[in-house]
């Protein structure tokens, strides 16, 4: 066990703290020097920081970003949650399924499908728009590239994971609550504001402080509708200073940006934690007196229905229009006269490039591999801080949460100035590094949870009758554990397959994976080939987790 622990705390501490560390040394370097060069310290960087021009819209914009994003969002997922959870609407599974449909699409891929949507020139909803309304204009009426837009967007893309947030909420809240107000004649947006609020309150502020620790690492909206309009914010500007699309990159000043957002995301998490340890005192559910009542929708159940389908078609409506975009030689508005020259000549010419086989083996690599050793460490991660042998397996357990206070962009920056100078730089080790500290967090609470709920007493007859440690982990844990571990590596995997950020950051010619090939592409521009490479990239997830989501349910079933 001893060992095991040791392994343990070198790979914890090499691959959460080190970059750390790493990111707050370079920092406090002066410009144009590394954490390792030894040229002294200096607050040149957060001098140039606090100078930098246009700093205060750079701020507003991310507070207004941010702030729009989560506002819009919560309404339409406290909605969805209210409807689905304590009203006697018909299609509630439905809802459920679409929402995690909707949870799984990459965002940068959603991003482009709203450019061809709503592009002032040719988009599609503003060519219906014009048609209908007899508009003269040649552009809008609708802008994609603005601020609000980008709220907008953020929004529909943010909705599914409050929802998934807030649905268990409100279905724990008991009904006799509320009753005694109803009886007496109180209005329902009285029992809301009186009863209901106070009692979801603790709830709403821990999901609102998550979703703000969110959506300041959100990188692929301000990417790819934000750059195009001339609108930064915070992410985004990390990700220009760390590469040479602005020139050299600037290592110090990037850092020192990093820093800010981590002091940022630190005490949003110790509230987070704040606000969550002191959630039992805010208890409704009773035990046996329980009770769920599920209100009559009545002559509302049209407007619900009306609702889902806006709130659905809008949702899935960028993917439909990178497929039609993808059959096509070139990008042309969806009509009777355009299915004439419906083809599959851009998966062909896809299927063919050299960029697109070099980041295809490069993703397979990274997500795989990079998904196998998140998992696996996790596993030794959780093993000792569940199983403590002194007290500091406990501190392993909190530094291996500590990724999730910092942004992924930044982390990502992190992981490339630990190894700027070694030879693992610029291959795609380093991204399959950087993807194993991004996603430890996750493998970690996923498998934490699950050996919480496996008595010692099974490890301890095994240690009783000869047995090793790794034997015992290998042949009795990983078996009853197999569906959580799986779980996890899914998990990790779609993660791995989505994420855009850190692929960019360590882009090269050699280390371009299929999110960042997506990028290039769009950028190139070749909209009909990044189209193509979109629905492919959405057929791959779907056709590794499907599957195996099948296959492991079935496993279960036959041992159930």
Known sequence: MVAIFGLVSFL???LTVLPVLVLLLTAFRPQGKLWLDPAGFSLENFVNLASQPGLGQLISNTVIYVGGTIAIATFFATLWAWITERTDFRYKVTVRV???????????????????????????????????????????????????????????????????????????????????????????WRILLRIVGPILLPGLLSVFIYTVMIMIQVFEIPLSIGLTGGIQVLSTRIYLLSTAELGAPDYNLAAAFGIVLVVIALFLVLLYQRLT????????????????????????????????????????????????????????????????????????????????????????????????????????????????????????????????????????????????RTPIYGTIAAILLAQVVVNLVFGTRVISAALIQVHPDIERAAILGGVGRLRIIWRILVPILRTQIFNGWMLVFAHGMRDVGIPLIFLTTKTAMLSSALWLLWGYPDVPGAAALSVVLILLLAAVVMPLQVYMARVDERNS
Not at 98 to 121: A, D, K
Not at 132 to 151: A, H, K, Q
Not at 399 to 419: D, E, K, R, T
């Open 98 to 188: 679409l929402m995690i449909l909707t949870l799984s699409l990459p965002s940068l891929i959603q991003g482009f499908g709203w450019v061809l949507l709503l592009n002032p020139s040719n988009g599609y909803i503003n060519h219906l728009l014009r048609t209908w309304f007899d508009l003269e204009t040649r552009n809008g009426p609708i802008n994609i590239y603005s601020l609000g837009m980008m709220v907008l967007v953020s929004s529909f893309l943010l909705t599914p994971t409050i929802y998934v947030m807030l649905s268990g909420i409100i279905r724990n809240m008991d009904y006799k609550l509320e009753f005694p107000a109803t009886l007496a004649g109180v209005s329902p």
């Open 12 to 14: 914890v501490v090499s």
């Open 277 to 420: 340890r002191e959630s039992e005192k805010f208890a409704v559910i009773g035990g046996k007196n329980f009770r769920l009542v599920a209100r009559e929708l009545g002559w509302r159940r049209h407007a619900v229905h009306g609702y889902a389908v806006l709130f659905f078609l809008l949702a899935f409506m960028p993917v439909l229009i990178l497929l039609w975009a993808s059959l096509l030689p070139f990008y042309t508005l969806p009509s009777v006269e355009a299915l004439a020259n419906v083809s599959f000549d851009n998966y062909r010419q896809l299927f063919s490039s050299a960029l697109f086989q070099r980041s295809l083996s490069n993703t397979a690599i990274v997500v795989v591999l990079g998904s196998t050793l998140a998992i696996c460490i996790s596993f030794l991660v959780a093993y000792v801080s569940v199983r403590p042998v002194n007290r500091w397996c406990r501190w392993l357990d909190v530094l291996s949460f500590l990724p999730i206070a910092i942004p992924n962009i930044v982390l990502g920056l992190a992981v490339l100035l630990l190894y700027v």
